[in-house]
């Protein structure tokens, strides 16, 4: 069965750096997404992109936050200068259509640590 | 106060019981999603549904569109469903509840 998948599993970076974020959504997928969970808290909606622009983003995805899909496979979330907040498991998401109407595939999360 | 609301916010049952996990909401939606997350982090789609209900094998889903809310149903409940789950409503985006941590015990 076709899925997501997402590298690093585990990224360990120190503040003020760069950390790019990797997602390999599936094949036929026409909407990607990516999600962050805090530990201990909800899952929150960072952006969807659909048709190589972002279609909606969240407060949370400021201008250190920027995603790319940059070679008709990978779909890529930077965030330009960590922050310790930033600390959290970033989930990767796609689906067939938009979220209102097919079901989403994620990915098993990346863990991003900021020291 | 929180536009999707879970109850319970944990719960444990024995083996062979029947769960109900509840999702009120407060904003007008379009279609909601059962997730389950499992202890490793790992998230998977149980239902999309924007009227009535769906059933998967033990599991049953239902949602009431004009009274903003939704039940997740499992029958015959196994340790192996003890897992986190979550409603999502499909609004301008994706917003998800706190989840509810389910336990199961033998």
């Known amino acids: 069965e076709p899925e997501v998948t997402q590298t690093p599993s585990h990224q360990v970076t120190q503040m003020g750096q760069e950390v790019i974020l990797r997602c390999v959504p599936i094949?036929?997928?026409?909407?990607f997404y990516w999600y962050r969970q805090i530990l201990g808290q909800k899952v929150e909606f960072l952006v969807s992109f659909y048709n190589n622009e972002i279609s909606e983003k969240s407060e949370i995805f400021d201008d250190q936050f920027s995603v790319e899909r940059p070679d008709g496979s990978n779909f890529t979330l930077k965030i330009r200068s960590t922050k310790l907040e930033d600390s959290a498991m970033y989930f990767c998401?796609?689906?067939?259509?938009?979220?209102?109407?097919?079901?989403?595939?994620f990915g098993p999360g990346t863990r991003l640590t900021v020291t | 106060k929180n536009e999707v609301e879970q109850s319970p916010q944990n719960l444990t049952a024995q083996e062979g019981e029947f769960i109900t996990i509840n999702c009120s909401y407060s904003?007008?939606?379009?279609?909601l999603h059962w997730l389950q997350q499992h202890p490793g982090g790992g998230i998977v789609s149980l239902f999309m549904?924007?009227?009535g209900k769906k059933k998967h094998g033990r599991l049953i889903a239902t949602i009431n569109i004009q009274e903003k809310h939704s039940s997740l149903h499992i029958t015959a409940s196994h340790p192996r469903d003890s897992a986190v789950y979550i409603c999502?409503?499909?609004?301008?985006?994706?917003?998800f509840g706190e989840g509810t941590q389910l336990t199961v015990n033998p």
């Open positions: 998401a796609s689906s067939l259509g938009d979220y209102s109407t097919y079901e989403q595939y």
């Open positions: 999502a409503v499909c609004g301008s985006r994706l917003t």
């Open positions: 904003v007008g939606i379009s279609a």
């Open positions: 094949s036929n997928h026409l909407y």
């Open positions: 549904l924007s009227s």
